[in-house]
């Protein structure tokens, strides 16, 4: 809710500022995100879900493009905007790409004429296009792969940024993960108690660095962050 009234506010400063219509530039994701969002499912991978009320955006967005008839290759982005822009305002079964059984599933798409402006719904074509490729979704799940491999202990640390501040095996801003295990084989309470309340000269060689406190983070992420600090006392 607060990043929707944000987005809002950021829209409304934005455009306010502009007297000349022409010149504004709209941000297609913050569109996307405003306006299609209630509807299409925008992640990637698309979360999907039994009781969705409309396609996920990265199957729209890969199947237009294949999908508009073109005289041209060199056009066929081109005319895929044109065809969101089109729809968006202006939608019916005749114009759809999605066959028969999905509209029949879904319904039609209302449509957003008097929500999107043409230069938005323009704005929110082209971010498609961009965004919500074959080549996004690949390396989306190529990450996600690489992610999961890690040990549990590094997603933890990458969730509440420690590595920031901690290297494994040399000083940063706080000391090494090897010098902190070394020094607290066997106290966990005591760094336990540092993590979730933050420290403070207690290392020489930090210069004053402070450690704040992370106090959302779990029992349960806690230990599997301390079997693997620990687990470099080696
Ligand atoms: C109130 C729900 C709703 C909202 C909001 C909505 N859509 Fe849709 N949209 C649908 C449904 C349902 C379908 C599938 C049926 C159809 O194709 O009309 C659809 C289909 C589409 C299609 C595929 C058309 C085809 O069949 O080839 C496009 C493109 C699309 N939406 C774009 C958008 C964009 C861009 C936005 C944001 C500006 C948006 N929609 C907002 C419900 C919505
Ligand atoms: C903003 C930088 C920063 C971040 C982010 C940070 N640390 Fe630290 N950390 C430090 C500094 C600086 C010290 C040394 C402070 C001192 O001298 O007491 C430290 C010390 C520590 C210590 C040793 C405390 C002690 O009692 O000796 C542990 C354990 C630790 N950090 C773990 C973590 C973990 C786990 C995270 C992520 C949840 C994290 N840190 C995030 C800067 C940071």
């Known amino acids: 809710m607060f990043r929707l009234l944000l987005m809002n506010f950021l829209l409304l400063g934005f455009t306010a500022c502009h007297d000349d219509r022409q010149t504004v530039e709209f941000d297609g994701k913050l569109l996307t995100e405003k306006y299609c969002s209630s509807c299409h499912d925008l992640h990637i991978p698309p979360v999907i879900s039994d009781d969705e009320l409309a396609p996920p955006m990265l199957a729209i967005s890969v199947h237009i493009p294949e999908l508009v008839s073109v005289s041209n290759e060199s056009e066929r982005t081109s005319k895929a905007i044109d065809f969101v822009v089109d729809y968006v305002r202006d939608p019916s079964a005749e114009k759809a790409f999605c066959d028969k059984k999905s509209i029949k599933r879904y319904g039609l ?45 590094r997603k933890v640390a990458l969730k509440y940024r420690c590595l ?71």
């Open 109 to 153: 798409m209302p449509s957003q004429k008097e929500r999107v402006s043409k230069e938005e719904a323009k704005a929110i074509a082209t971010y498609m296009f961009q965004h919500y490729t074959q080549e996004n979704l690949t390396k989306k799940m190529k990450e996600k792969v690489e992610f999961d491999a890690l040990d549990p202990g």
């Open 164 to 234: 920031g501040c901690h290297k494994v095996d040399r000083k940063l801003i706080g000391p090494s993960f090897i010098a902190i295990a070394k020094r607290h084989v066997d106290a966990k309470e005591k760094m336990i108690k540092s993590i979730k309340e933050g420290s403070k000269e207690r290392w020489e060689s930090s210069n004053g660095a402070i450690m704040p406190p992370f106090k959302q983070i779990s029992d349960d992420e806690l230990e599997i962050l301390l079997v693997w600090i620990l687990g470099f006392d080696t």
